[in-house]
T-cell receptor, first 113, second 114 residues
Framework: GESVGLHLPTLSVQEGDNSIINCAYSNSASDYFIWYKQESGKGPQFIID?????DKRQGQRVTVLLNKTVKHLSLQIAATQPGDSAVYFCAENDNTGFQKLVFGTGTRLLVSP | GAVVSQHPSWVICKSGTSVKIECRSL??????MFWYRQFPKQSLMLMATSNEGSKATYEQGVEKDKFLINHASLTLSTLTVTSAHPEDSSFYIC??????????FGPGTRLTVT
């Protein structure tokens, strides 16, 4: 669905804490999910992805969890650093065969030193 | 690898004029390119999908006569905003993919219409 609203949810953490950013996706047929990081005035930057045949995937300092039962996706960032401050978006591939991505509303992560 | 560029990075134009934004895949050939629009503090909204040599597929609510997309080669797609108005002011982002799910995003173009 469309993203509405002018205020992004914000998560504020201290440097060194672990951060968890959540996302509810809309299409039960989606089979591929991606987390992106977007800094102000820049394009989205790929962080990590996961396919629907998995429920967990780990990268460097990041972990993505997928719960298909409740259509929920989360991004965990370990030992959060000030450089992690950005807006984070989840995106789902709606599995129509056209590689289209539907983006979530986004969460702003603020990391205090 | 997989670098996508956009030009210009920002542009200011007067109401009623047209502006062209270029999207290039620098080190790969993109079978599909996508154009997104992002308003302040909002998410990315897909405008259209284009494949090289064929007409773009526009999302519902996007005027194809206003947002002209040309995908002339496997490394270049252009978006022309015709007769721009202040409400077209936005951040326009392109992405490119190569026969896979992953999309490589450009840095975006900030359009301001005065």
């Amino acid at each position: 669905g469309e993203s509405v609203g002018l205020h992004l949810p914000t998560l504020s953490v201290q440097e060194g804490d672990n951060s968890i950013i959540n996302c509810a996706y809309s299409n039960s047929a989606s089979d591929y999910f991606i987390w992106y990081k977007q800094e102000s005035g820049k394009g989205p930057q790929f962080i990590i992805d996961i396919r629907s045949n998995m429920d967990k995937r780990q990268g460097q300092r990041v972990t993505v969890l997928l719960n298909k039962t409740v259509k929920h996706l989360s991004l965990q960032i370990a030992a959060t650093q000030p450089g992690d401050s950005a807006v984070y978006f989840c995106a789902e591939n709606d599995n129509t065969g056209f590689q289209k991505l539907v983006f979530g509303t986004g969460t702003r992560l603020l990391v205090s030193p | 690898g997989a670098v996508v560029s956009q030009h210009p990075s920002w542009v200011i134009c007067k109401s009623g004029t047209s502006v062209k934004i270029e999207c290039r895949s620098l080190d790969f050939q993109a079978t599909t390119m996508f154009w997104y629009r992002q308003f302040p503090k909002q998410s990315l909204m897909l405008m259209a999908t284009s494949n090289e040599g064929s007409k773009a597929t526009y999302e519902q609510g996007v005027e194809k006569d206003k947002f002209l997309i040309n995908h002339a080669s496997l490394t270049l797609s252009t978006l022309t905003v015709t007769s721009a108005h202040p409400e077209d002011s936005s951040f326009y982002i392109c992405s490119a993919s190569v026969l896979s799910d992953e999309q490589y995003f450009g840095p975006g173009t900030r359009l301001t219409v005065t």
